[in-house]
Nanobody
């Protein structure tokens, strides 16, 4: 059974930073594109960053230059470093394969950016 367990969210002031982590199990992690997604209140879930097994990184325009995705294929983990956060980054953040598998969404981790 595939599981993704996200952690690291919280409340942060505008301009602050957070580092999210995702631990994967039950998946051939090293051969998968992995991605972070987010869902803001009242909006659809969208991809924010992805990392290929070869190290290629792709970012949504809204986070480019502020967020950095990384992966550890030995530990089966993917991380998202988020800098210069702003209120528009408030959302529940999820990790999943890319393209995502609907049955594998986890609980996500809440990120709230507020003064």
């Amino acid at each position: 059974q595939v599981q993704f367990l996200e952690s690291g969210g919280g409340l942060v002031q505008p301009g602050g930073s957070l580092r999210l982590s995702c631990a994967a199990s039950g998946i051939s992690f090293s051969i998968r594109n992995m991605a972070w997604y987010r869902q803001a209140p009242g909006k659809q879930r969208v991809e924010v960053a992805r990392a290929s097994p070869g190290g290629t990184e792709v970012y949504a325009d809204s986070v480019k230059g502020r967020f950095t995705i990384s992966r550890d294929d030995v530990k089966k983990e993917v991380h998202l470093r988020m800098d210069r956060l702003n209120p528009e980054d408030t959302a529940v953040y999820y990790c999943n394969q890319q393209p995502p598998v609907a049955a594998n969404w986890g609980q996500g981790t809440q990120v709230t950016v507020s003064a």
